[in-house]
């Protein structure tokens, strides 16, 4: 994985602008704040970034993947102001779940969302190396 940076270039602070890698592609759909039986256990928005990461790390271990192994990561915020104003929030469960690692990201704030009570939608795509077969063809 080589993140890319054009020379000459402010570093964005807390993503890449770029990402090239090789290997098997996982997609994660959209994670809302919910837990694993669909059910909201807190309207606050730095909570719901917890369990959407959350739920986004066990998908990717299911996966076979890590946080590290993310490549994209699109946020979808109900409210752009709340999100700013708990970013600090948000970047310490960030760091505390995905580490310091900053994939392409983009994040924008939408009308809704499907499930009432949303106030944030995490989707990512992570690439895992492709694996070296053991043994050559005889």
């Known amino acids: 994985m080589e993140f ?8 964005p602070k807390g993503y890449s602008n770029g990402v090239s890698c090789a290997g098997r592609m996982l997609f994660v759909a959209g994670q809302v704040g919910w837990d694993q039986q ?8 730095v909570e719901q970034v917890r369990q959407s990461l959350t739920n986004i ?7 076979g993947a890590k946080p590290a192994d993310i490549v ?8 752009q102001k709340e999100y700013n104003a708990r970013l600090a929030e948000i970047g310490a469960v960030y ?3 995905i580490g310091r690692h900053y994939p392409a990201m983009t994040a924008l704030q939408v009308a809704g969302f499907v ?10 795509t992570a690439m895992l190396p492709t694996e070296l077969p053991t043994e050559l063809p005889a």
Do not use: C, H, S
């Open 4 to 11: 890319l940076q054009p020379p000459g270039w402010v570093r």
């Open 38 to 45: 669909e059910v909201f256990r807190t309207d606050d928005l």
């Open 72 to 79: 994209r990561m699109n946020w979808y915020l109900a409210d």
């Open 57 to 63: 790390v066990g998908i990717l271990a299911a996966g």
């Open 95 to 97: 760091q505390e779940l």
């Open 115 to 124: 499930e009432d009570g949303a106030k944030v939608e995490i989707e990512v």
